[in-house]
């Protein structure tokens, strides 16, 4: 989905959650993706991925690194940044990881999000989103438990 209005007549509740890209209505990739992102991601696309997090808007605005105020900004002008809509694809990315991992069982993926690990030296994996490194530890961690690996 590459329009504005696209993004408007997208109805997550009606559409069967096979992965978070889906419940988003953005896609995992190609194209018209990656000139979503350098048009500036719609703020919608935000706000939906808030809404999928059961509200943690603080916690998503600390992933995207940008102050409360930036996001207000950003509000009202109805777009992200290039670096804020790249941040929020990689926040989904993970999501959608842990989704998989708990077999699209979306309150059971964001509850692990939320829950300290002993793997992530005792920091929630959604803490663990500020920085590409730690949102690789984030997914390696995913992978080993997705290959029964004891963390």
């Known amino acids: 989905m590459s329009s504005q209005t696209d993004i408007k007549n997208h109805d997550p ?4 959650p096979t992965d978070i890209w889906t419940l988003l209505g953005l896609s995992s990739g190609g194209y018209e993706l990656y000139e979503l992102l350098h048009n500036g991601l719609p703020y919608a696309y935000y706000e939906r991925l808030s809404v999928i997090l ?18 207000s900004k950003r509000r009202k002008a109805g777009r992200l940044s290039l670096a804020e809509g790249d941040r929020l694809w990689s ?5 959608n990881d842990a989704f998989v ?11 692990w999000m939320g829950t300290p690990s002993r793997a992530l ?13 730690e949102m690789n530890a984030v997914r390696d961690l995913i992978g ?8």
Do not use: Q
């Open 144 to 151: 080993r438990l997705e290959e029964g690996v004891l963390v």
């Open 13 to 16: 509740i009606h559409t069967p």
């Open 54 to 71: 059961k509200g943690a808007g603080d916690e998503l605005r600390r992933c995207l690194g940008i102050s409360s105020a930036t996001l």
């Open 101 to 111: 991992l708990f077999g699209n069982d979306l309150d059971s993926a964001i509850k």
């Open 91 to 95: 926040v989904a990315a993970v999501l």
């Open 121 to 133: 030296n005792l920091k929630t994996p959604l803490e663990m989103l500020d920085t590409r490194v």
